[in-house]
């Protein structure tokens, strides 16, 4: 199942409402704000690829909260690797922070509070994957964040995993539909 969701041919005014639904049927529940509205302009494209669900994420800055009604209300229990391909983004979890820029990745949990905030457009590719598969303690996995480093091969990895992943067909998107195929209903 692929998906492509883009806010670019929807009315201006209609756009982050638009955006903030897709982001909470792509992902969980999650809190989105801008403080730009009627400039807003975002574009996801996806995929799964069994329990791996791999997006691809353009847009203008806004920010994104994960908060603990949040996670009452919807816990499916994620992790998430955050991988910045373009512009700035500061993510905030557990009382630490980390400043991606672009080559550099990190790892969070959804089912803790966090807040990722994009001062500018950016690009990012995020995977989320059921913390069940990973079979480490929840010690062994806190927010880790991993810098680029200009020689090694990793951030190269990550550029260009984009376009390693299956074709995805240019459709729009329908509401719930990547959340329906795992299983859970994610509400607006």
């Given at each position: 199942?692929?998906?492509?969701?883009?806010?670019?041919?929807l009315?201006a005014?209609?756009?982050?409402?638009?955006?903030r639904?897709?982001?909470t049927?792509?992902?969980v529940?999650?809190?989105?704000e801008t403080s730009r509205p009627?400039?807003?302009?975002?574009?996801?494209?996806g995929t799964?690829l069994g329990?791996?669900?791999?997006t691809?994420i353009?847009?203008?800055?806004?920010?994104?909260?994960?908060?603990?009604p949040l996670?009452a209300?919807s816990d499916p229990?994620?992790?998430?690797?955050?991988v910045q391909?373009?512009?700035?983004?500061?993510?905030?979890?557990d009382?630490r922070?980390?400043?991606?820029v672009?080559?550099?990745?990190?790892?969070?949990?959804?089912?803790?509070?966090?807040?990722l905030?994009?001062?500018?457009?950016?690009?990012?590719?995020?995977?989320?994957?059921?913390?069940?598969?990973?079979h480490?303690?929840?010690?062994?996995?806190?927010?880790?964040?991993?810098p680029s480093?200009?020689d090694a091969?990793a951030?190269t990895?990550?550029?260009?995993?984009?376009?390693?992943?299956p074709p995805?067909?240019?459709?729009?998107h329908?509401p719930g539909t990547?959340?329906?195929q795992r299983?859970?209903?994610?509400q607006?």
């Amino acid at each position: 199942m692929s998906a492509l969701i883009a806010t670019s041919n929807l009315p201006a005014a209609d756009r982050f409402e638009y955006w903030r639904s897709a982001v909470t049927d792509t992902f969980v529940p999650l809190r989105t704000e801008t403080s730009r509205p009627e400039r807003f302009d975002g574009r996801m494209r996806g995929t799964e690829l069994g329990a791996l669900t791999v997006t691809e994420i353009a847009a203008s800055p806004h920010v994104v909260r994960r908060t603990g009604p949040l996670i009452a209300r919807s816990d499916p229990g994620h992790y998430k690797i955050g991988v910045q391909l373009g512009g700035y983004c500061l993510l905030t979890q557990d009382g630490r922070e980390a400043a991606l820029v672009p080559g550099d990745f990190a790892i969070y949990d959804t089912t803790r509070p966090y807040t990722l905030a994009f001062d500018d457009s950016y690009r990012q590719l995020v995977l989320m994957l059921p913390r069940r598969l990973l079979h480490l303690p929840q010690e062994a996995v806190v927010f880790i964040n991993m810098p680029s480093i200009p020689d090694a091969a990793a951030p190269t990895f990550w550029l260009h995993l984009p376009s390693w992943t299956p074709p995805l067909r240019d459709r729009p998107h329908e509401p719930g539909t990547l959340s329906r195929q795992r299983g859970r209903v994610a509400q607006g």
